[in-house]
């Protein structure tokens, strides 16, 4: 029973334009939500988090918006780059509870061509 | 500067021949983590260390053990393994638990064969 889902395996954007990776969730106990990149043959790395205190946390060409009424998420990256290329997870924990770890959706591969 | 390292990056095994996987970290982080992560799936996570704490999630296969025998290193021991268990493992390292960022290692891809 998935918790995270990222309903879209890939993503083919063209350079210059807005990508925009969805993700929706299940569990209305999550309260933070991450957002991380990874490269083939690399970790997964830390790109952007948000609160469920807010509805949007920016950081340059990376916004990501969330509708809590909707358990939905969204990150935003403008404009695309090449290097922006990879795949994106989508992951959520419930820190406010207390103590909790993290649970991610499957990635969504993006393709950002020239 | 590698904050997160594991070794080896690729390890072949025979079917029921004991593995070890091996992850150390520069941060000093207090959490350490362990997860499979299977093509085109979501990582999952195996099992955490808070400290010397070791935490098990509940659908974890008594075939994957850990072992922490200190702050920077941490070791995951597959005791027989199948070809199911052919993934990617991924150690992931945070401050605290809950809300803190994970930093994730480059993994180690584990061929059964």
């Known amino acids: 029973d998935q918790q995270v889902k990222q309903n879209s395996p890939s993503l083919s954007v063209q350079e210059g334009r807005i990508s925009i990776l969805n993700c929706d969730y299940t569990?209305?106990?999550?309260?933070?939500f991450l957002w991380y990149k990874k490269y083939p043959a690399e970790g997964p790395t830390f790109l952007i988090s948000?609160?469920?205190?807010?509805d949007k946390n920016e950081d340059g060409r990376f916004t990501v918006f969330l509708n809590k009424s909707a358990k939905h998420l969204s990150l935003h990256i403008v404009p695309s780059q090449p290097g922006d290329s990879a795949v994106y997870f989508c992951?959520?924990?419930?820190?406010?509870?207390?103590?909790?770890?993290?649970?991610f959706g499957k990635g969504t591969m993006l393709l950002v061509s020239p | 500067d590698a904050m997160v390292i594991q070794n080896p990056r690729y390890q072949v095994t025979q079917f029921g021949k004991p593995v070890t996987l091996s992850c150390s970290q520069t941060?000093?982080?207090?959490?350490m983590y362990w997860y499979q992560q299977k093509s085109s799936q979501a990582p999952k996570l195996l099992f955490h260390?808070?400290?010397?704490?070791?935490?098990n999630e509940a659908d974890t296969p008594d075939n994957f053990q850990s072992r922490r025998p200190n702050t920077s290193f941490c070791f995951l021991d597959i005791r027989s393994p199948g070809l199911g268990d052919a993934a990617m493992y991924l150690c992931?390292?945070?401050?605290?638990?809950?809300?803190?960022?994970?930093?994730f290692g480059p993994g180690t891809r584990l061929t059964v064969l």
């Open positions: 992931a390292t945070s401050r605290d638990i809950s809300t803190d960022t994970q930093y």
């Open positions: 569990n209305s106990m999550f309260d933070y």
């Open positions: 948000i609160s469920s205190i807010k």
């Open positions: 992951a959520a924990s419930a820190g406010g509870s207390g103590y909790s770890t993290l649970t």
């Open positions: 941060l000093n982080h207090n959490v």
């Open positions: 260390y808070y400290d010397k704490d070791f935490n």
